[in-house]
């Protein structure tokens, strides 16, 4: 497998526009995860989702942002309009329901966003 | 709420040992895991403690302490390439996955 593909990988977008970030987990996880990470507040997690169903997403810092997961191998994290305050590399990672316990969750490579 | 603390620098030079501690809050507690990231890189899983005591991976280890909602990380023979962030993590009784703040540890040759 490939692993947890997100796309793009870098995104410069002015602030008001709106940003799309894609991830594609990997095949038969059950669990996926959208992370930000920013050096004053470190990985957060924003929201996640079992078998396609959003579970808890009270990480989600504002009504700009929504999430959603049409189907089991693809997730999009939606901001609109986007602000200066929202760069961040975002995360996405998957988990197979087998590794729940030992909480091994495989990670993309991230998007690095930039609003300016 | 979970809550993790790390400390938030160490440094070490190569083929020191060194320890990364992590002391954590949570509602429930299915154990305590490490995950390892070089700048620009992704988080990748290292080790996972669900019972009290030391495993053991190659030159990593980690250990948990239930009772004192305590774990660490233990790195020996320290290599450059190990100079990277470290994060402890937690999953509670919600099935969130939560990082602490992580640390950056610095080998120095």
Not at chain 1, 44 to 61: A, K, Q, R, T, W
Not at chain 1, 64 to 84: D, G, H, V, Y
Not at chain 2, 27 to 36: H, P, T
Not at chain 2, 75 to 101: H, P
Request: charged residues 20%; contains cysteine; hydrophobic residues 35%.
């Amino acid at each position: 497998d490939a692993g947890v593909i997100q796309s793009p990988r870098h995104e410069v977008t002015e602030m008001g526009q709106e940003v799309t970030l894609r991830c594609k987990p990997i095949s038969g996880h059950d669990y996926l995860f959208w992370y930000r990470q920013t050096m004053m507040r470190g990985l957060e997690l924003l929201i996640y989702f079992n078998n396609n169903v959003p579970i808890d997403d009270s990480g989600m810092p504002e009504d700009r942002f929504s999430a959603k997961m049409p189907n089991a191998s693809f997730s999009t994290l939606k901001i609109q309009p986007s602000e200066p305050r929202d760069s961040a590399v975002y995360f996405c990672a998957s988990s197979p329901t087998t590794a729940f316990v030992s909480t091994e969750a495989f990670f993309g490579q991230g998007t690095r966003l930039t609003v300016v | 709420g979970q809550s993790l603390e790390q400390p938030s620098e160490v440094t070490a030079v190569e083929g020191a040992i060194v320890q990364i501690n992590c002391t954590y809050q949570t509602s429930g507690f299915y154990g305590l895991s490490w995950y390892q990231q070089h700048d620009g890189g992704a988080p990748t899983f290292l080790s996972y403690n669900g019972l009290d005591g030391l495993e053991e991976t190659g030159r990593f280890s980690s250990f948990l302490s239930r009772s004192d909602s305590y774990g660490y990380l233990l790195l020996q023979e320290l290599q450059m390439k190990d100079s990277a962030s470290y994060f402890c993590a937690v999953r509670g009784n919600t099935d969130k996955l939560i990082f602490g703040t992580g640390t950056r540890l610095q080998v120095f040759p």
